[in-house]
């Protein structure tokens, strides 16, 4: 779930009447409530218009990675048209994250292989503690293989943020070096060059 971006910026505007606080509470509890883990809000933006029997509820979603989720309801309940537009836009919010998830979805031939583990003895690190001349040798308890794709940095970030690993390495595709991205404490990217 969301959790950085919990609160967005929300800008409301009302055409043709005056905003009221329990609109603009509903409103903010509303696009509050939308909580996707991609794409993430940056700012929110609703446009509530007021006309002769009818009201327009528009709301446009600025997200990460340069994507803008906007939908409208008009209906004769400004309270109703909210709630049409949110679920729209939870609806577009879904869309985006489902064809994310079709796009870089993970072939058989590009999984992870494991390789077989090694059991030993229990006794093995007290044979080696007796003969204090001899140094043990590490033990390799799990390697994983994995192939290096191709990417441009977005994708990268793009596939970063669908998983939860720390880092990934990649090709870049722009430039055809080899570079890691991983997520920072504070929840911007950094890439690595080596």
Do not use: W
């Not at 959790?3 to 043709?16: D, E, F, G, K, L």
């Not at 064809?99 to 583990?117: T, V, W």
Request: neutral net charge; charged residues 30%.
């Amino acid at each position: 779930m969301q959790t950085s971006n919990a609160s967005p910026q929300v800008t409301i505007t009302v055409r043709h009447e005056s905003v009221t606080d329990s609109i603009r509470d509903f409103v903010q509890k509303k696009i509050g409530s939308l909580h996707l883990d991609y794409p993430k809000i940056i700012e929110a933006r609703a446009i509530l218009d007021v006309q002769k029997n009818r009201h327009i509820a528009e709301i446009i979603l600025f997200c990460a990675n340069h994507i803008v989720i906007d939908a409208s309801t008009e209906g004769k309940d400004m309270y109703a048209a909210i709630d049409e537009t949110i679920s729209k836009i939870a609806r577009r919010m879904r869309k985006h994250k489902t064809r994310l998830l079709k796009r870089n979805k993970i072939k058989p031939e590009q999984s992870i292989k494991h390789l077989d583990e090694t059991v030993f003895a229990s006794n093995i690190l007290d044979t080696y503690l007796d003969e204090s001349d001899i140094d043990p040798e590490p033990l390799i308890i799990h390697r994983e293989s994995q192939t290096l794709k191709t990417l441009k940095k977005e994708d990268a970030i793009l596939e970063l943020e669908l998983t939860d690993r720390p880092f990934l390495v990649f090709t870049n595709e722009r430039r055809g070096v080899l570079q890691i991205i991983y997520r920072r404490s504070d929840g911007d990217y950094a890439v690595i060059e080596p």
